[in-house]
């Protein structure tokens, strides 16, 4: 599928749960409340060098990132996981704390539950802001900043699909390890 026939799909369903007025933004407003909710799978998410907890991480501050990115501040996270064991439970929910306590956020719940075929994350975030912003909120004279690479996501996808070559990357000891080093207060 085309990524305009993605938007419009994406367009389509916002107006067919009641959602449509909310579209425009990466975490949808209610008063000063930001709101996000991001679903994964490990097959499609999850690269190869990665541990479960830096999976776990990843989920989280890739939800983080839409409430960020409409303005504002992450201060709570709830997450669901399915994983076909408890070892795999444990170790994304060391990587969802360690990415709650970089940014400086709380897990309010947390809900497990058995995956026999493929393990997964739902990360709800909630944001706080006074001024939301929207995809379309950028006017002439504006300052965009960008931090960090693009397209990661679309390298992982890539990756998974096994379009490109990885074999010649360094396995990593917990991807997240080096930002948990990083100051406290957000992404």
């Not at 993605?6 to 369903?13: K, N, T, V």
């Not at 000063?32 to 994964?40: E, K, P, R, W």
């Not at 076909?84 to 060391?94: C, G, L």
């Given at each position: 599928m085309s990524f305009t026939g993605?938007?419009?799909?994406?367009?389509?369903?916002s107006r067919l749960s009641g959602s449509l007025e909310f579209f425009d933004f990466d975490a949808p407003p209610l008063g000063?409340?930001?709101?996000?909710?991001?679903?994964?799978e490990a097959s499609s998410s999850k690269l190869p060098w990665m541990s479960w907890s830096?999976?776990?991480?990843?989920?989280?501050?890739?939800?983080?990132?839409?409430v960020v990115a409409s303005g504002g501040k992450p201060v709570a996270v709830l997450y669901s996981v399915g994983a076909?064991?408890?070892?795999?439970?444990?170790?994304?929910?060391?990587g969802v704390g360690d990415a709650c306590r970089w940014?400086?956020?709380r897990v309010l719940k947390a809900d497990t539950n058995r995956s026999r075929l493929d393990a997964w994350i739902?990360?709800?975030?909630?944001?706080?802001t006074l001024k939301p912003i929207s995809r379309s909120g950028a006017r002439p004279g504006d300052l965009?900043?960008?931090v960090g690479l693009l397209g990661y996501g679309?390298?992982?996808?890539?990756?998974?699909?096994?379009?490109?070559?990885?074999?010649?990357?360094?396995?990593?000891?917990?991807?997240?390890?080096?930002?948990t080093d990083k100051p406290r207060g957000g992404p």
């Open positions: 993605w938007l419009e799909l994406l367009r389509e369903l000063g409340l930001l709101v996000n909710i991001d679903g994964y830096d999976w776990g991480w990843k989920a989280v501050v890739a939800s983080m990132s839409d076909p064991s408890r070892d795999v439970v444990v170790e994304v929910a060391r940014a400086n956020a739902d990360v709800a975030v909630a944001g706080v965009l900043v960008q679309l390298v992982a996808s890539t990756a998974l699909r096994g379009l490109i070559d990885i074999r010649g990357y360094p396995e990593s000891h917990g991807v997240h390890e080096e930002a």
